[in-house]
């Protein structure tokens, strides 16, 4: 039973995750679309912060997972790595700062 419960704390942890990394590239796709310097900043440290919030959400879910779903995870979050890597040459490109382009 203390599996089962483990299992479901887990994957309410990944999809509160998932909702933050949405948000996170909200944040920064409204960043992108504003002309205004200020608010432009705001966004991106809003981003900043989720970021933030994933990366240690992330820790405490890959503390709690078996061994058997840390390599099924670790493709997946391989996978992720490259789109993200995508996702931060964009904003290199775009002249985001470097607190925002290196974000992972």
């Not at 998932?18 to 796709?29: A, C």
């Amino acid at each position: 039973m203390p599996s089962k419960k483990n299992q479901t704390s887990v994957g309410q942890m990944i999809q509160r995750c998932h909702k933050w990394r949405q948000k996170r590239k909200q944040y920064i796709d409204q960043a992108r679309q504003t002309s205004d310097e200020i608010e432009r900043e705001r966004l991106l440290q809003a981003a900043e912060h989720y970021g933030r919030i994933v990366n240690e959400e992330q820790i405490k879910i890959d503390s709690q997972r078996d061994p058997k779903d840390k390599a099924a995870a670790q493709e997946i979050a391989e996978t992720s790595e490259n789109s993200d890597a995508n996702d931060s040459n964009e904003d290199e490109e775009m002249g985001f700062p470097d607190f925002i382009a290196n974000l992972k």
